[in-house]
Antibody
Framework: QVQLVQSGAEMKKPGDSVKVSCKAS????????FTWMRQAPGQGFEWVGW????????RYAENFQDRVTMTSDASTNTVYMELRSLRPGDTAVYYC????????WGQGTLVTVSS | DIILTQSPGTLSLSPGEGATLSCRAS???????LNWFQKKPGQAPRLLVH???RRATGTPERFSGSGSGTDFTLTISSLEPEDSAVYYC?????????FGPGTKVEIK
């Protein structure tokens, strides 16, 4: 069955970078795009960006344009989201999801940014 | 970008009652590619309805979606205790994919 498994929780300091992974299984990895979203404590969802493993196309939300990079590795069926210059407001649970059907989601990765 | 607003912010209802959740888009959602998610604390979002009115696999029949263009509705016909959650609408016409702010459903 389709599964998306994300890397574990991260504690970071302001100014650090974080790289969250999302490993896919149960289907042909390259065929479907991924979206990354985040949910800050007590808040709604914020779209971070999108990556298509097939052509390595990416599109990032304007708010993150200069701080985020999304990559994919077909050899390990994994997509990555790196967020740089972290600030306390980046504290959130980050989710990957397969954005063809929105039926498949990772379990979420809590990133905490605190001095 | 398409901005989604949801109403009401919170619903507090008893088991067996019906719930009507509204989602309004700032412009027409092409192809009615409007999804509804259920979100419980500590869990990933669960897709309930896609393309405005099609139940996702495993979605109980008490959940139904309707609407088109800019106005969409999620109806829960008879609330169960496990329906306590926040419900989000989301448009997936194309990136950016935007979510509404959510409606919290509380079961008395």
């Amino acid at each position: 069955q389709v599964q998306l498994v994300q890397s574990g929780a991260e504690m970071k300091k302001p100014g650090d970078s974080v790289k969250v992974s999302c490993k896919a299984s149960g289907y042909t990895f390259r065929n479907y795009a991924f979206t990354w979203m985040r949910q800050a404590p007590g808040q709604g969802f914020e779209w971070v960006g999108w990556i298509s493993p097939l052509h390595e196309n990416t599109r990032y939300a304007e708010n993150f344009q200069d701080r985020v990079t999304m990559t994919s590795d077909a050899s390990t069926n994994t997509v990555y989201m790196e967020l740089r210059s972290l600030r306390p407001g980046d504290t959130a649970v980050y989710y990957c999801a397969r954005s063809d059907s929105w039926e498949y989601w990772g379990q979420g990765t809590l990133v905490t940014v605190s001095s | 970008d398409i901005i989604l607003t949801q109403s009401p912010g919170t619903l507090s209802l008893s088991p067996g009652e019906g719930a009507t959740l509204s989602c309004r888009a700032s412009k027409s959602v092409g192809g009615n590619i409007l999804n509804w998610f259920q979100k419980k604390p500590g869990q990933a979002p669960r897709l309930l309805v896609h393309h405005a009115s099609r139940r996702a696999t495993g979605t109980p029949e008490r959940f139904s979606g309707s609407g088109s263009g800019t106005d969409f509705t999620l109806t829960i016909s008879s609330l169960e205790p496990e329906d306590s959650a926040v419900y989000y609408c989301q448009q997936s016409v194309g990136p950016p994919f935007t979510f509404g702010p959510g409606t919290k459903v509380e079961i008395k």
